[in-house]
């Protein structure tokens, strides 16, 4: 089984796995960053949208299909907040993108509500 791509160290179908495929939800604000950062780094748009608070998520979601993403590292977590720095490589070569993300909870699941880059 291959390495979950959110660099957990555990295979996909023992980390973020279940919550893309919808079995589970995250259990905080950091493992639903991991979870969402996998769904980029596999092409999973749904799961992308799914985890998007209602107030905030676009109607329909386009992934770049020329980025590759690389790595991902989790800069500090705390509260509602992760700040992570994830890697990637597209057309014209390797990039990061550094983000503080906020997440909220609503009816006991943890979404995504937007992030500030740098």
């Known amino acids: 089984m291959p390495d979950c791509p959110c660099g957990s160290g555990s295979a996909l179908d023992a980390c973020c796995g279940p919550l893309l495929s919808g079995e589970r ?12 950062y996998t769904a980029f780094a596999v092409g999973d748009a749904d799961h992308l949208l799914r985890t998007w608070h209602p107030r905030t998520r ?10 590759t993403w690389l790595s991902l ?10 700040e992570f720095i ?8 390797r990039g990061f993108q550094r983000e503080v993300s906020r997440f909220a909870q609503r009816a006991g699941r943890w979404f995504y509500l ?3 880059t740098s």
Do not use: H, I, K, N
């Not at 590292?73 to 992760?82: K, N």
């Open 25 to 36: 939800v995250a259990g905080s604000p950091e493992e639903l960053m991991r979870s969402r």
């Open 86 to 93: 994830a890697r990637y490589r597209g057309p014209t070569g």
């Open 114 to 116: 937007d992030g500030t």
């Open 73 to 82: 590292q989790v800069v500090a977590a705390g509260g509602d907040t992760v």
């Open 58 to 67: 676009p109607a329909r979601l386009a992934l770049d299909p020329e980025l």
